[in-house]
């Protein structure tokens, strides 16, 4: 996947290529900012793809709008069209965002595809919570996807530790298994973008995450 023309032409310029999921926070919990991203390969794709026996292969890849990200479903196509070119066959269906997560929470997701766009915060206490809503031991979580003993075991022993740097280091080795692995594979990131108008009184949007401060707009009405 062409991530460059990705985000030069669907985000305009305003993302920032990423190595792995949760981007650039990851670095305030242990998460090792010298990490590649993956390269733009295709040749090597579609090698990999004929190898594996894959050629030709047929299968779902849900695109849904979303509030925060526009753009999403240009993603999804641009996506499609690489895959294809490589040998693979994804056939987009249309969807929206309540259906699949009600669907994905009821484990009636296997065998399909989707994209994912998630705000987080840098502080540990918020990234804990992405993980394990992501890769959460014996699928704890509706949105877990995998079950893996060496995930499990740092997961308890994040939940039952006081010391801050002990859960960073086992939050960094959590973030570097999902890169080894490809537990979730990122395409950029991008801040939030806040148009206004002179109509706008003054409005400090604050910092905290999807909490743009709109209480203070309407006080000030």
């Given at each position: 996947?062409d991530?460059e023309?990705?985000?030069k032409?669907i985000?305009?310029?305003l993302a920032k290529?990423?190595?792995?999921y949760?981007?650039?926070?990851?670095?305030?919990?242990?998460?090792d900012?010298a990490?590649?991203?993956r390269?733009y390969?295709p040749?090597?794709?579609?090698r990999?793809v004929?190898?594996?026996?894959?050629?030709g292969?047929?299968?779902?890849?849900l695109?849904?709008?979303?509030?925060r990200?526009?753009?999403?479903?240009?993603?999804?196509q641009a996506?499609?069209?690489?895959?294809?070119k490589?040998g693979?066959k994804?056939?987009?269906?249309?969807?929206?965002?309540?259906?699949w997560?009600?669907?994905?929470n009821?484990?009636?997701?296997?065998?399909?595809?989707?994209?994912y766009d998630?705000?987080?915060?840098?502080d540990?206490y918020?990234?804990?919570?992405?993980?394990n809503?992501?890769?959460n031991y014996?699928?704890k979580?509706?949105?877990?996807?995998?079950n893996?003993p060496?995930l499990?075991e740092?997961?308890?022993?994040i939940a039952k530790s006081m010391?801050?740097?002990?859960i960073?280091?086992?939050?960094?080795e959590i973030?570097?298994?999902?890169?080894?692995?490809?537990l979730?594979?990122?395409?950029?990131?991008?801040t939030?973008?806040?148009?206004t108008?002179?109509?706008?009184?003054?409005?400090?949007?604050?910092?905290l995450?999807?909490g743009e401060?709109?209480y203070?707009?309407?006080?000030?009405?």
């Amino acid at each position: 996947i062409d991530k460059e023309a990705i985000m030069k032409h669907i985000f305009v310029g305003l993302a920032k290529p990423v190595a792995s999921y949760p981007g650039r926070n990851a670095f305030s919990c242990g998460g090792d900012p010298a990490l590649k991203t993956r390269p733009y390969d295709p040749e090597e794709a579609k090698r990999l793809v004929k190898e594996g026996g894959w050629e030709g292969f047929e299968f779902k890849l849900l695109s849904y709008p979303r509030t925060r990200c526009p753009e999403f479903p240009r993603v999804v196509q641009a996506v499609a069209g690489y895959w294809e070119k490589i040998g693979l066959k994804p056939k987009i269906m249309m969807s929206e965002w309540a259906s699949w997560r009600k669907a994905w929470n009821s484990r009636k997701t296997q065998g399909t595809i989707h994209g994912y766009d998630d705000a987080t915060s840098a502080d540990v206490y918020t990234l804990i919570g992405k993980f394990n809503d992501k890769w959460n031991y014996n699928f704890k979580s509706k949105r877990s996807t995998v079950n893996i003993p060496y995930l499990n075991e740092r997961y308890e022993k994040i939940a039952k530790s006081m010391d801050v740097e002990e859960i960073k280091k086992l939050m960094a080795e959590i973030y570097q298994y999902a890169y080894d692995n490809y537990l979730m594979v990122a395409l950029c990131e991008f801040t939030d973008q806040i148009a206004t108008t002179k109509k706008v009184p003054k409005w400090n949007p604050g910092r905290l995450r999807q909490g743009e401060n709109y209480y203070d707009l309407i006080r000030q009405k």
